[in-house]
């Protein structure tokens, strides 16, 4: 079992950058591939990004790539979220998650925080 807390999320103008931070606890963090989703009112989860556990491999949807940067510090057993350029439209509950696989036509997790609001104002 893994336990994953997020924090930084918050309000930001359009244009603006905001950090994400998971803390890890349980089961050895450095196993797993670690990822971000995010969850806008009315929508289902998306997935934004994902990084391997030596943090050599990431990967990114397409509607962020440019934008944000993935990243994680197993000595401390945290994964990062730096999002850059935000949009108004990227306004959701971002969600931190253990154990990514890609399970076609989706990326599915076995393990979830309880996810930071990041709102983006016009």
């Known amino acids: 079992q893994v336990q994953l807390v997020e924090s930084g999320g918050g309000l930001v103008q359009a244009g603006g950058s905001l950090r994400l931070s998971c803390a890890a606890s349980?089961?050895?963090?450095?196993?797993?591939?670690m990822g971000w989703f995010r969850q806008a009112p009315g929508n289902e989860r998306e997935f934004i990004a994902a990084?391997?556990?030596?943090?050599?491999?990431?990967v990114y949807a397409d509607s962020v790539k440019g934008r944000f940067t993935i990243s994680r510090d197993n000595t401390k057993s945290t994964v990062y979220l730096q999002m850059n350029s935000l949009k108004p439209e990227e306004t959701a509950v971002y969600y931190c998650?253990?154990?990514?696989?890609?399970?076609?036509?989706?990326?599915?997790?076995?393990?979830w925080g309880q996810g930071t609001q990041v709102t983006v104002s016009s």
């Open positions: 998650a253990g154990n990514v696989r890609y399970r076609s036509p989706n990326y599915v997790a076995a393990y």
């Open positions: 349980g089961r050895t963090f450095s196993n797993y591939v």
């Open positions: 990084i391997t556990w030596s943090g050599g491999n990431t």
